[in-house]
């Protein structure tokens, strides 16, 4: 019995596993080597790997980690004018889980961001679509190599939460040393203005 609750374990921990680096967009290339034996002759060129399948060489290959930053797991939206007042909230964000995959090629390595996260409709919600600002940054110690803000699209309902994937797939930098390097993503809104303003 103990085998068959460890058997289901192993496989909903490899289903999970396998759904994450689908929504990063896991890719491979090809890292094949080839080559004629000399002794017999005979082709020993490897096969390409068939698409979608992960290399032992990207496995192993260096990515930088991911980590929602501090204070920005979490964005409120206020009517105007309502900022602090829970009367007034329109809806409130938040960041659950990120995640990335990296690719390399002549010097430059592509991440691939993602981030699960859920929309909660407050008092003042209404259907439809509301723009949730997520800035996604990459750092090597004091230097910032990427940073863009989205301005996301959720299709919210004024009644229930709404859960959503986002995904940057477009992070290039240059190649980081091995285990330097740090992906963050949060949510991002901006200075806040003074209230006279």
Do not use: W
């Amino acid at each position: 019995m103990a085998l068959k609750a460890s058997a289901l374990k192993l496989a909903g921990g490899a289903a999970l596993i396998g759904l994450m680096l689908s929504v990063a967009g896991c890719q491979s290339g090809s890292g094949a080597s080839s080559g004629d034996d000399a002794v017999t002759g005979v082709n020993t060129t490897a096969p390409p790997p068939p698409a979608g399948k992960v290399l032992q060489s990207e496995l192993r290959a260096y990515c930088p980690g991911v980590t929602v930053r501090q204070g920005t797991a979490a964005y409120t939206n206020y009517a105007k004018g309502g900022d602090g007042d829970s009367t007034k909230v329109v809806y409130q964000a938040s960041i659950s889980d990120a995640t990335r995959s990296c690719t390399r090629a002549n010097g430059t390595m592509t991440i691939k961001v993602a981030a699960a996260g859920r929309v909660v409709p407050g008092p003042l919600a209404k259907a439809g679509p509301v723009t949730v600002p997520i800035r996604v940054a990459v750092t090597l110690g004091d230097e910032v190599l990427y940073s863009q803000l989205h301005k996301y699209q959720v299709n919210v309902d004024a009644n229930s939460a709404t859960q959503f994937v986002f995904s940057d797939p477009n992070v290039n930098i240059p190649i980081p040393p091995d285990g330097q390097g740090r992906v963050y993503v949060g949510y991002d809104d901006g200075p806040k203005k003074a209230a006279d303003e």
